[in-house]
């Protein structure tokens, strides 16, 4: 049998579908079925204008924190920790035991550790000058510890407008979580 490897910028569909699906295949062969589920929880402000949000993805009973952002306007009175409230009590009704993250050392690592989560790997120099740093959180029966001596984002703003379930489902391939590495690789960074 004759093989021609070649680097594709952008496979079609088709063949897209076809590695996608012998990859869910076997991984269900080995793990059973991962019940993916994208989850995004969105801060909007009483104009309706968003102020932060999450997107993560409950899969094999963990959740992955792709990414949280809070507007510079709106950082430090509590957002972050609101979001990640309702990320991680929406994981744990989906049954989740736990969530990881990966992030980058001039990013948050320190408010995820803050909020209970605990380092597990790094890569230092990704990218150059910084690190890529993963941190975990085992959730059942745990809360997210609130910050000292930081305003309750909930006296500012009057509760109704806040987390009426904001959440929105976007198409579960755009953020499909690498399941075929070596159990002593770490995952991928964004």
């Known amino acids: ?14 063949t897209r579908q076809l590695m ?9 062969s080995k793990a059973g079925g991962d019940n993916s589920q994208d989850l995004w929880v969105i801060a909007r402000d009483s104009a ?11 899969f094999y009973s963990w959740m992955f924190i792709d990414w949280l952002w809070v507007s510079k306007s709106a950082q430090g009175v509590g957002i972050g920790s609101l ?15 736990g969530a990881y993250v990966d992030t980058f050392s001039f990013h948050a690592p320190d408010f995820y ?28 029966g745990s809360r997210l510890r609130k910050r ?14 806040w987390f009426s379930s904001h959440l929105l489902c976007h198409d579960p391939h755009q953020m499909r979580p690498k399941r075929n590495m070596a159990a002593s690789e770490a995952p991928n960074p964004q």
């Open 113 to 140: 550790r803050s909020s209970g989560y605990e380092e597990f790997g790094r890569i230092e120099e990704l990218p150059p000058g910084h690190a890529c740093i993963w941190l975990r959180r085992h959730l059942r």
């Open 48 to 58: 309706g204008t968003v102020q932060g949000g999450v997107k993560a993805k409950t």
């Open 148 to 161: 000292q001596n930081r305003p309750r984002i909930l006296e500012i703003y009057p509760p109704s407008f």
């Open 1 to 14: 049998m004759a093989i021609a490897v070649e680097v594709e910028d952008v496979p079609d569909g088709a």
């Open 20 to 28: 996608d699906q012998g990859l869910d295949e076997y991984n269900d």
């Open 83 to 97: 979001l990640m409230e309702k990320a991680e009590a929406v994981a744990r009704e989906r049954g989740c035991i």
